[in-house]
């Protein structure tokens, strides 16, 4: 199988480092419960420009690995293809492909697509994990099984069963093995 991974908020703990730069910055005491919508500007109330000055910082923070991706990924590269996602400025590339060399994430290729339009179909992901609710009901039709890495800004309802929705990288396999035995 073909599987799509975004990169923050599934495989980089993004708001471990990005939580201190808010303290530092703005004197916010923010926790993640307290981000519960992706565009962090709205959350903090600044503009996008200052927003996007926060995402930059933190990722060239060196950020942390989501428990388990590491572990979870060289699982799915032994069977599958697994091409990583990112909507992170495209100057930071060779950053982000530091970083995934430095932590030791194996992955087939590294595509990088404007946020949100990750879900453009020439793809042909079997597979996505994601964090972006936005990014996760796009792919809906476009791939055989949608995960949304849980957090407080993807909360839904889920009313149309379009996606699978997982809290670890554990349920994550959980839900490619299960996809085994269909058909």
């Known amino acids: 199988m073909r599987i799509g991974i975004d990169i923050d908020g599934v495989v980089a703990d993004f708001v471990k480092t990005f939580i201190p730069l808010v303290q530092e910055r703005y004197g916010l005491a923010l926790a993640e419960k307290d981000i519960y919508v992706h565009d962090l500007f709205l959350v903090l109330g600044i503009t996008e420009c200052e927003a996007t000055e926060l995402i930059r910082a933190t990722i060239c923070s060196d950020p942390d690995l989501i428990d388990g991706a590491k572990e979870a990924i060289y699982t799915l590269n032994r069977q599958h293809d697994v091409i990583l996602l990112t909507a992170r400025p495209e100057d930071l590339l060779d950053v982000t492909r530091r970083w995934l060399s430095r932590r030791g994430i194996e992955y087939r290729d590294l595509v990088h697509l404007r946020e949100g339009h990750k879900f453009a179909p020439e793809h042909g992901f079997d597979v996505v994990v994601d964090d972006h609710l936005r990014e996760v009901i796009g792919f809906a ?24 929705r997982a809290y670890t990288w554990g349920d994550v396999l959980a839900i490619v093995d299960a996809m085994k035995a269909q058909p």
């Open 141 to 164: 039709g476009k791939a055989r099984k949608i995960i949304v890495f849980d957090h407080p800004w993807n909360q839904s309802f889920n009313l149309r069963g379009l996606f699978d």
